[in-house]
């Protein structure tokens, strides 16, 4: 799952600790999820996606294995997952044209790698280090089944954010709120310092929960796990259009649970 603190520029909420949000907590952590600080949003292990740890009990995402039955169902195959992510396209926001492009690892390795490596980032998505540790990160998505898919955030042609779009209701999130079908959680982090604490954070959250809701016609939620603690990463939520619907304890902390309702859209 998902952190989804990592850089989630919170704009006008309260004032950011000074560092980037990632989706939830550790993202490779087993910790259940990203934080978003107003900063950056981050996933962790619970963000649908399997990597290799050194703690023996981290828990990801693909040990929820599909059976082959189940997938033989989506007459596509497993991209129909997440509904063809690759053709979304691009979107107008009130910040500028956006799009959600899969990464590509020979083309986007090294850009992700560096934001990973600015301590602003990885004290949230803990993914500093050697290039080979981000690359495992992405690879145990991009050769999963389909549940997580990571991407760059492009904004007016500029790759300038990292995403994950994930099958929250096939991910271990799932064990610790009342999941519903074809939920779908996100994280994300800002990479550039100069992009971060300007409110792009939110306006792009509320951009691409609104577009997974255009595309993905079974959603009627988006989900995200920012550390309760995280005042700056819940503010950027909030101010996205999602709204606090629960506490809820996960392995590595204490989480919000956001949820941008299809229902509630042009409300909030």
Not at 64 to 85: C, E, Q, R, S
Not at 116 to 134: C, I, K, Q
Not at 194 to 213: F, P
Request: aromatic share 6%.
């Amino acid at each position: 799952m998902p952190p989804t603190d990592a850089n989630a520029d919170s704009g006008p909420g309260p004032a950011r600790p000074g560092a980037p949000v990632a989706p939830g907590a550790a993202a490779r952590r087993g910790s259940a999820g990203p934080r978003a600080d107003g900063a950056v949003t981050r996933r962790t292990p619970y963000a649908g996606f399997a990597v290799e740890d050194d703690d023996a009990d981290c828990e990801d995402t693909l040990d929820l294995h599909l059976p082959a039955d189940f997938l033989a169902l989506f007459a596509g195959g497993t991209a129909h997952l997440l509904d063809h992510l690759p053709t979304w396209g691009t979107v107008v926001t009130r910040v500028g044209s956006f799009r959600l492009a899969p990464v590509r690892i020979d083309a986007d390795l090294p850009l992700i790698h560096r934001w990973m490596n600015d301590p602003a980032v990885s004290e949230f998505w803990d993914l500093a280090g050697p290039r080979n540790r981000t690359e495992d990160h992405l690879r145990s998505q991009l050769d999963g089944d389909g549940r997580s898919v990571p991407c760059l955030g492009v904004l007016d042609g500029t790759p300038m954010s990292y995403w994950e779009i994930y099958r929250a209701d096939l991910d271990p999130l799932a064990r610790h709120y009342p999941a519903r079908p074809h939920d779908t959680g996100v994280h994300v982090l800002v990479g550039g310092a100069a992009d971060r604490g300007r409110g792009l954070g939110s306006a792009l959250l509320r951009a691409v929960a609104d577009l997974i809701l255009d595309r993905r016609p079974a959603c009627a939620r988006v989900v995200a796990e920012p550390d309760l603690h995280n005042i700056p990463s819940v503010a950027a939520f909030l101010n996205a259009g999602f709204r606090f619907a629960d506490e809820v304890e996960l392995p590595a902390k204490r989480a919000a649970l956001m949820i941008r309702d299809r229902v509630l859209r042009e409300v909030l």
